[in-house]
């Protein structure tokens, strides 16, 4: 619980890991004022969750990628925000065109809402907050780390734009925007005499169960689509590799505590921390759904339970161990066979409601 009575300014509220930022920052006892696009995002969130009606202030950013799109909001706070919490970006890969859908807009989206918060913030403003991901740490043409160091924050995805781009590759997208939009906010700090340091998690896979407005099964997150629900609704069929190189996973409500324990924890200022734990593969995920849910499965491939990896596929190895030193003491991480079962109780639950 803060000392006194803190604001968090949280960007792109209603997203899967932003949800659940959003619970525990009211729990912790912070303030929030929350960005979504739209007054029908915000009333979806309140629809979902009641409780927040008179808690969380929402303003609407309709475009985060125009040049100034913050300044109102931040303005509007008259100089009382004390920590930023930026989760807005473009988690798509079905995309037309990917600097334009995917690039631009995570790393416009991250430079403006910097240049406002420098801008319009005020002196009180002590922590920005990044939320970025493991893509602006893997090289995703050779995700591996078979030799050498396993990978740390100290690497950084050599994916370009162009690469990206020329290739057609939204996945390369995805990455280079990662990686783009950090780099963009470490040298904004570096050019400017902000009055706020920076701390950016970079997580692998995160999956665990959803907080969002959830009206349909559409709007199940790409990860969890991935990794459980394709499972559920006879998408995945057979048990073999996806369609990402990544093969390591972090819950998601451990991604919202390391934000929350990061905005005022000395040891996380101007660091990067990359969230890493268990490796999450198709079969490690059917087998605990087949073995938690046997209802399930006549729904659910067997595969071959003891080949854990699927063919063809180099785990990369990590190192962790940053996560542990920066935060609690205490700092652990959900294993996977609680990450999957909670996930699958709350798609259970969900589709009770999507059939009335």
């Known amino acids: 619980m803060p000392h006194s009575i803190q604001k968090v300014f949280l960007t792109g509220a209603n997203g899967f890991v932003a949800c659940h930022i959003l619970s525990d920052l009211i729990k912790a006892g912070y303030l929030v004022t929350a960005t979504v696009r739209s007054k029908t995002k915000s009333q979806e969130m309140l629809d979902a969750h ?88 893997v090289n995703p043409m050779e995700d591996t780390s078979i030799t050498g160091d396993p990978y740390s924050e100290k690497d950084w995805d050599p994916v370009t734009a162009e690469m990206a781009v020329e290739q057609k590759n939204p996945l390369f997208g995805y990455c280079a925007a990662k990686t783009l939009a950090e780099k963009a906010a470490w040298t904004f700090l570096e050019d400017n005499k902000t009055s706020f340091d920076m701390t950016v998690i970079n997580p692998d896979v995160v999956i665990g169960p959803m907080l969002h407005s959830l009206p349909t099964p559409e709007r199940i997150n790409e990860t969890n689509r991935i990794t459980i629900y394709n499972f559920l609704d006879g998408t ?54 087949r073995k938690n849910f046997p209802e399930l499965k006549s729904k659910v491939p067997e595969g071959n339970p003891s080949k854990i990896v699927p063919d063809g596929i ?28 909670d996930t699958v109780n709350n798609i259970l639950k969900l589709e009770k409601v999507w059939q009335k």
């Open 314 to 341: 180099e785990l990369s190895r990590w190192n962790n161990e940053k996560s542990y030193q920066v935060f609690e003491k205490n700092w652990t991480y959900r294993d996977l066979g609680t990450s999957v079962v």
């Open 50 to 137: 009641p409780e927040w009606k008179d808690i969380v202030r929402f303003v609407y950013v309709s475009d985060f990628t125009v040049p100034g799109a913050f300044d109102e909001a931040i303005k509007q706070e008259g100089g009382k925000l004390n920590y930023i919490i930026h989760t807005a970006s473009p988690i798509t890969f079905d995309v037309e065109d990917i600097q334009k859908e995917i690039i631009d807009p995570a790393v416009q989206g991250t430079t403006s809402l910097l240049k406002s918060v420098h801008e319009y913030g005020g002196p009180q403003v002590k922590r920005v907050v990044l939320l970025s991901s493991i893509a602006a740490i």
């Open 236 to 289: 995945t069929t057979g048990v073999e590799a996806w369609g990402l190189p990544f093969y390591h996973f972090v819950d998601v409500r451990d991604v919202s505590r390391a934000h929350v324990l990061s905005l005022d924890s000395l040891t996380t200022s101007n660091q990067r921390v990359a969230l890493v734990h268990g490796l999450i593969t198709p079969q490690l995920v059917v087998n605990i759904i």
